[in-house]
């Protein structure tokens, strides 16, 4: 569970998170399509993420002057976005 509105940014920047796979101190700028659904908008922008520690991910998208540094799980799964949410409760997947 989530707390605040804004659950999907926790799912795109797992997702980024993941799929970089930075070492601690590590930095890429990625490109990525941005819907702004209240512009009424698709744009395409950068994102650029350093890898500061195992927890945590620092996030700067980059035309917006936008930066937080995300707290991630031992799985890869954003926890903490700070002043957007935080993960409130953990649901196993291991199903037996």
Known sequence: ???GGYPTY??????SID???????????IKVI????????????Y????RVSDAECHYENVPNDFEATIRI?????????PELF???AKQSLNRK
């Open 1 to 3: 569970m989530y707390r």
């Open 10 to 15: 926790a799912f795109t920047n797992t997702l």
């Open 19 to 29: 799929r970089l796979q930075l070492g601690n101190d590590e930095k890429q700028q």
């Open 34 to 45: 941005y819907l702004d659904l209240l512009q009424q908008e698709i744009k395409s922008v």
């Open 47 to 50: 994102q650029n993420y350093t």
């Open 73 to 81: 799980d031992e799985e890869g799964f954003v926890i903490n976005y």
């Open 86 to 88: 935080t993960r409130t």
